[in-house]
Every structure is written in C-alpha cells, then in structure tokens.
C-alpha cells in the first residue's frame, strides 16, 4: 500500500513540476516602444459601432476610472516628459481657460475681456494615445501587445484645425521609465 501511495505521489510531483515549466518564449520582438492614437468615440454613424468606438457606458466608466483614480492620487500621471504630476497639476491641466475679447452690444459698443473657464470631463476624451511593446510569433503569425502606458487626448479646433491635445499619461508597467 506504501508503495503505491509513494507512486501516486511521485507522479503527482512529475506533473506538478512538468505544469509548472516556463514554456520557451519563440515570439520575436517587433517593436520595442511604439505610440499611437485609438479612436474611442467615432462621430460617425454611419460606420458599425465598434469601428473607431468603444460602447458609450464602457467608454464612460473606463475614463471616468482612470480620471477618478488620478485626480485621487490613487494613480500617478506624468506629463509628456515623464515627470510626475500632482493631483493639483492634473486638476489645472483639466481645466481649459480661454480669455476673449467682446464687444457690448450697445452704444458705446465698448470692447471687454472675459474669461471662459471649462472644464475637461472624461466625455471630451476621443482619442487613448498607447505606448506598447509589441512581440510576433514567426510560426502563427500571432502578435502579442504589452501596454506599457495610456494617455487620454482631446482633439480640439485651433485656427480652424483639428489637433490632437494629450492630458497625461498613466504607467500600467513604470519600469518603462527608467529605460
């Protein structure tokens, strides 16, 4: 009976060991960092609604997490150049001020200054800027993507154009930026 006990157990241990292998890692490195802009709110409805969009309650509570968690410090952004932001800087970097100049509509139509003070909500969020790793394997043609960092960006109108205007980035993996 000992030795059967003994021979479950020695099996048991071979395939616990055998599960517990890394398997070897054939992929190939495409890339190691690349940025680019998704889409996540197409204005167009002509298109499928998962072309360019992300479902509106999913869009809502993706970027209202991400929003919520930074502006609570729960979650570190940095600018552009990767230095890190203070919730009070974020706060200041959502809140968009634009000072005109305008003219009363009465006699002496004087001219004065105003400012317009708005403030940047997740629904003005069109575009996830993405910095990635990205891995192929040669035989399956499989490509693997590792999010290294996500960054909200607005599209707004300047001088008639449509630019892009990125808020911050967060860090799903920070050993990025020691590299």
């Known amino acids: 009976m000992k030795k059967v006990i003994l021979a479950f157990l020695a099996l048991g241990f071979i395939i616990v060991f055998t599960q517990c292998e890394e398997k070897e890692d054939n992929r190939t490195i495409i890339t190691k960092k690349i940025q680019y802009d998704v889409p996540i709110a197409n204005p167009d409805a002509s298109h499928d609604w998962w072309i360019r969009n992300i479902q509106g309650s999913d869009r809502e ?9 930074v502006l609570s410090g729960d979650v570190q952004a940095y600018d552009y150049f990767n230095e890190p932001l203070s919730t009070r800087e974020v706060e200041k970097i959502l809140t968009d001020t634009l000072i005109q100049t305008l003219q009363r509509p009465t006699a002496p139509y004087a001219e004065y200054d105003t400012m317009i003070i708005n403030k940047i909500e997740p629904s003005d969020i069109s575009l996830l800027r993405f910095l990635e790793e990205w891995k192929y394997d040669a035989k399956t043609l499989q490509i693997d993507k590792k ?5 909200p960006v607005m599209e707004v109108t300047v001088n008639g154009q449509k630019v892009t205007r990125p808020l911050f980035w967060i860090y799903t993996d920070e050993s990025v930026l020691k590299k």
């Open 61 to 69: 509570e993706f970027l209202n997490n991400i929003f919520g968690r």
């Open 147 to 151: 999010v290294f960092a996500i960054g």
